[in-house]
């Protein structure tokens, strides 16, 4: 029962200064604070915090440490190698992970290999080292993908385009990995994928490489493949009598755990494609993936970065809209990348000075393994402004890879966007004008402690209202679907209180402005394209109108108690037994009192008894079968590419002639008189930049 407060073992290692192996053999164990008397399972789970250089300084204490490191390999298969590049001086290190399948170690070797003869000369004397290095790296891609347990990443680093003349070094990693599994060297269905994926983005090779490809892959059990497949067979289906069967399929594969395939699946029920499904189980099975994500509060996380804080992270997003906008990227990447930057900060201290460069090696990578058309890392150290260099990137590209373990693909508010709006059948117009609101609110940190399907959920009803509101010549009754009511697993209160905050921030409240007093509105001239319907030009609605169409109090739509209590109750929601949020969820659900029997209109003097019966109704707690009859929803938090140097394009190419976005100033009211690295007078800005605030 001693309470004398124990040291870091990061203390016991600097106290005691060995010289030799023979000396740290002959430290007894019992002098060292009480550390000698642990138990070894309980040594084993406090080093586990250790990144891997201190494991070394760790075997060097005493004959125990040293046992307990070494003989433990998911110490070294797990330890963060953060900060920590390829190099000579710590070459050991990085192969004693890479053996223990350390998939950081073995992402940052491969980027390091990838990328090491890029900045020399390609003359003959050099061509030796230049196989050598591209064979390297794609075995440590392989052995990345071997190792790896999310959806299949690697083939975004070394997928086309290409550099033409046969020098590309990419084009030289893919030919290795594919040599590797025709000779039967690699057989697993990770690395076949990679190939497959590879060759779809290919012009010169023929899809039905591609497609074969990827049948090898399914046939050794990847479930990202067989998805591959079912996805080319719809596009090529003309045949309405083969919907059930692909219904049947679909099913099939988010049973096994396909991330992508619960996702469709989702929205293919959300049109009542159910495949023979009862309504009720299929109306579950969309409650069930609505609940997956918990919040990430990303406005406490913030707190504990010593330079940076919500108003940073409200003017990066801002300004990736601009890069998303200048690139023509989809509304899911801008999330996708946000939602990186967002996951790195929660694992990882950063300097102020490279929020930029996280957002926009995020984009970076995002953009190659979502989309087709990619960022160079020419492109992302331009669109800084050089703010950064090209080494820069290609090392960020490694720490957040490794930091995130290649997990790049996670459920956003984009996404939950789109199963709902399926549910709710709408149309193109609230669609856009829900995708306008789920950016504007990825702006703001304070969201980020509702669950994201919950914010999604919000900005469909309040895109739903206010449109309504808008083509309504006369005071009328607005209903809200009731396929969406059915699907929606949060309290009543709890959505209308989110619903009101995101028109309170997100519309009625001014947008935050730059050093130079200017009005950060990227996401407001983006919707304003006709691209986009230009959502963003529709008059919003006061937060009274708001209160008036739903039927209640406008402080209840402000109101942060009961949303405070209902997010401490999450952990119930993400179980493994799906039971358990059923019944939880059904008391909070009661606590709040809910009267289905209501409905909501938009006017004054409705009565009590105006109830009206028919295909719309009142939010409600879904009331649907038992929750054992339906699959299983699991998330798995699954799941890039770009130009090497020889590939550099003048800046004017890159862009279409348009100019560079700025660097981000000085970001925040933290250190205003420290300058951010590369910063120059607001004068020589070629676009305006993130400010102070």
Same mark, same amino acid.
């Given at each position: 029962?001693?309470?004398?407060?124990?040291?870091? $073992?990061?203390?016991?290692?600097?106290?005691?200064?060995?010289?030799?192996?023979?000396?740290?053999?002959?430290?007894?164990?019992?002098?060292?604070?009480?550390?000698?008397?642990?138990?070894?399972?309980?040594?084993?789970?406090?080093?586990?915090?250790?990144?891997?250089?201190?494991?070394?300084?760790?075997?060097?204490?005493?004959?125990?440490?040293?046992?307990?490191?070494?003989?433990?390999?998911?110490?070294?298969?797990?330890?963060?190698?953060?900060?920590?590049?390829?190099?000579?001086? @710590?070459?050991?290190?990085?192969?004693?992970?890479?053996?223990?399948?350390?998939?950081?170690?073995?992402?940052?070797?491969?980027?390091?290999?990838?990328?090491?003869?890029?900045?020399?000369?390609?003359?003959?004397?050099?061509?030796?080292?230049?196989?050598?290095?591209?064979?390297?790296?794609?075995?440590?891609?392989?052995?990345?993908?071997? +190792?790896?347990?999310?959806?299949?990443?690697?083939?975004?680093?070394?997928?086309? $385009?290409?550099? $033409?003349?046969?020098?590309?070094?990419?084009?030289?990693?893919?030919?290795?990995?594919?040599?590797?599994?025709?000779?039967?060297?690699?057989?697993?269905?990770?690395?076949?994928?990679?190939?497959?994926?590879?060759?779809?983005?290919?012009?010169?090779?023929?899809?039905?490489?591609?497609?074969?490809?990827?049948?090898?892959?399914?046939?050794?059990?990847?479930?990202?493949?067989?998805?591959?497949?079912?996805?080319?067979?719809?596009?090529?289906?003309?045949?309405?009598?083969?919907?059930?069967?692909?219904?049947?399929?679909?099913?099939?594969?988010?049973?096994?755990?396909?991330?992508?395939?619960?996702?469709?699946?989702?929205?293919?029920?959300?049109?009542?494609? #159910?495949?023979?499904?009862?309504?009720?189980?299929?109306?579950?099975?969309?409650?069930?993936?609505?609940?997956?994500?918990?919040? *990430?509060?990303?406005?406490?996380?913030?707190?504990?970065?010593?330079?940076? +804080?919500?108003?940073?992270?409200?003017?990066?997003?801002?300004?990736?809209?601009?890069?998303?906008?200048?690139?023509?990227?989809?509304?899911?990447?801008?999330?996708?990348?946000?939602?990186? @930057?967002?996951?790195?900060?929660?694992?990882?201290?950063?300097?102020?000075?490279?929020?930029?460069?996280?957002?926009?090696?995020?984009?970076?990578?995002?953009?190659?393994?979502?989309?087709?058309?990619?960022?160079?890392?020419?492109?992302?150290?331009?669109?800084?402004?050089?703010?950064?260099?090209?080494?820069?990137?290609?090392?960020?590209?490694?720490?957040?890879?490794?930091?995130?373990?290649?997990?790049?693909?996670? *459920?956003?508010?984009?996404?939950?966007?789109?199963?709902?709006?399926? @549910?709710?059948?709408?149309? &193109?117009?609230?669609?856009?004008?829900?995708?306008?609101?789920?950016?504007?609110?990825?702006?703001?940190?304070?969201? #980020?402690?509702?669950?994201?399907?919950?914010?999604?959920?919000?900005?469909?009803?309040?895109?739903?209202?206010?449109?309504?509101?808008?083509?309504?010549?006369?005071?009328?009754?607005?209903?809200?679907?009731?396929?969406? @009511?059915?699907?929606?697993?949060?309290?009543?209160?709890?959505?209308? +209180?989110?619903?009101?905050?995101?028109?309170?921030?997100?519309?009625?409240?001014?947008?935050?402005? !730059?050093?130079?007093?200017?009005?950060?509105?990227?996401?407001?001239?983006?919707?304003?394209?006709?691209?986009?319907?230009?959502?963003?030009?529709?008059?919003?609605?006061?937060?009274?109108?708001?209160?008036?169409?739903? /039927?209640?109090? =406008?402080?209840?739509?402000?109101?942060?108690?009961?949303?405070?209590?209902?997010?401490?109750?999450?952990?119930?929601?993400?179980?493994?037994?799906?039971?358990? =949020?059923?019944?939880?969820?059904?008391?909070?659900?009661?606590?709040?009192?809910?009267?289905?029997?209501?409905?909501?209109?938009?006017?004054?003097?409705?009565?009590?008894?105006?109830?009206?019966?028919?295909?719309?109704?009142?939010?409600?707690?879904?009331?649907?079968?038992?929750?054992?009859?339906?699959?299983?929803?699991?998330?798995? &938090?699954?799941?890039?590419?770009?130009?090497?140097?020889? %590939?550099?394009?003048?800046?004017? %190419?890159?862009?279409?002639?348009?100019?560079?976005?700025?660097?981000?100033?000085?970001?925040?009211?933290?250190?205003?008189?420290?300058?951010?690295?590369?910063?120059? !007078?607001?004068?020589?800005?070629?676009?305006?930049?993130? /400010?102070?605030?």
């Amino acid at each position: 029962d001693n309470r004398k407060r124990l040291p870091s $073992p990061n203390a016991v290692c600097i106290g005691w200064q060995l010289k030799s192996a023979e000396e740290c053999m002959d430290v007894d164990c019992d002098t060292l604070h009480g550390f000698g008397t642990l138990p070894d399972e309980l040594l084993v789970c406090t080093f586990a915090y250790l990144p891997a250089k201190d494991l070394v300084k760790l075997e060097q204490v005493c004959r125990r440490f040293n046992h307990v490191v070494a003989s433990c390999g998911q110490l070294w298969r797990r330890a963060s190698m953060a900060g920590t590049w390829p190099s000579s001086a @710590v070459s050991r290190l990085f192969h004693r992970c890479k053996q223990a399948g350390n998939v950081e170690a073995l992402i940052k070797s491969a980027i390091a290999h990838l990328y090491s003869e890029s900045r020399s000369g390609r003359d003959d004397s050099d061509s030796d080292v230049y196989m050598q290095c591209s064979e390297k790296a794609a075995l440590h891609f392989m052995a990345t993908d071997e +190792n790896h347990s999310h959806r299949p990443f690697t083939w975004l680093l070394y997928r086309s $385009p290409w550099a $033409p003349g046969g020098s590309c070094c990419k084009a030289a990693v893919f030919k290795h990995v594919q040599s590797s599994c025709e000779r039967g060297e690699k057989t697993t269905g990770n690395v076949l994928f990679c190939v497959a994926k590879a060759l779809s983005f290919n012009e010169e090779c023929e899809e039905s490489e591609s497609i074969r490809w990827m049948e090898k892959a399914a046939t050794t059990g990847s479930l990202n493949a067989a998805f591959e497949l079912w996805q080319i067979q719809q596009e090529n289906s003309f045949d309405p009598s083969s919907s059930l069967h692909s219904i049947r399929s679909l099913r099939e594969l988010a049973t096994r755990g396909c991330f992508e395939a619960q996702m469709e699946l989702c929205v293919c029920y959300g049109r009542g494609d #159910t495949g023979g499904l009862p309504h009720n189980h299929a109306v579950q099975y969309i409650s069930q993936l609505l609940m997956v994500r918990r919040p *990430t509060n990303m406005w406490r996380i913030l707190e504990t970065q010593p330079d940076l +804080n919500t108003n940073m992270r409200y003017i990066l997003f801002d300004w990736l809209c601009e890069v998303a906008e200048m690139k023509l990227l989809s509304s899911l990447v801008l999330h996708s990348a946000m939602e990186c @930057v967002d996951r790195y900060l929660s694992q990882r201290i950063l300097p102020r000075s490279q929020l930029q460069l996280l957002g926009v090696t995020c984009m970076v990578l995002l953009a190659r393994f979502l989309g087709k058309d990619i960022i160079t890392i020419r492109e992302a150290a331009w669109l800084t402004d050089s703010t950064y260099a090209y080494e820069e990137v290609v090392r960020m590209m490694g720490e957040v890879l490794g930091a995130l373990g290649g997990n790049l693909r996670i *459920t956003t508010i984009a996404d939950y966007l789109r199963i709902l709006t399926s @549910v709710a059948h709408a149309n &193109d117009q609230v669609h856009m004008y829900s995708c306008y609101l789920g950016e504007l609110a990825m702006l703001h940190a304070h969201f #980020t402690h509702f669950p994201p399907a919950l914010v999604a959920l919000s900005c469909l009803l309040l895109a739903l209202v206010t449109l309504h509101k808008n083509s309504s010549s006369v005071i009328d009754v607005f209903c809200i679907p009731h396929t969406l @009511v059915e699907c929606c697993p949060f309290p009543q209160q709890m959505w209308l +209180n989110c619903t009101g905050q995101v028109l309170s921030k997100c519309l009625l409240e001014e947008a935050l402005r !730059d050093h130079r007093n200017v009005p950060l509105k990227a996401i407001f001239d983006r919707y304003r394209d006709a691209r986009f319907l230009s959502v963003s030009s529709v008059q919003s609605i006061t937060m009274d109108d708001l209160a008036l169409v739903l /039927g209640c109090d =406008p402080l209840i739509l402000l109101s942060d108690d009961d949303t405070t209590h209902y997010i401490h109750n999450l952990s119930f929601l993400s179980s493994s037994d799906h039971q358990a =949020p059923a019944k939880s969820l059904s008391l909070l659900t009661e606590s709040f009192d809910i009267d289905s029997s209501l409905v909501v209109k938009s006017g004054a003097g409705l009565n009590a008894e105006d109830n009206i019966e028919g295909s719309h109704t009142l939010i409600r707690s879904p009331e649907c079968g038992p929750a054992s009859s339906v699959p299983d929803v699991m998330e798995a &938090d699954h799941h890039m590419d770009e130009l090497t140097p020889e %590939e550099n394009m003048e800046d004017g %190419e890159k862009c279409n002639g348009r100019q560079p976005l700025a660097p981000i100033g000085n970001l925040g009211e933290r250190q205003m008189d420290e300058p951010l690295k590369g910063q120059r !007078d607001d004068s020589e800005f070629c676009s305006r930049t993130m /400010g102070c605030i």
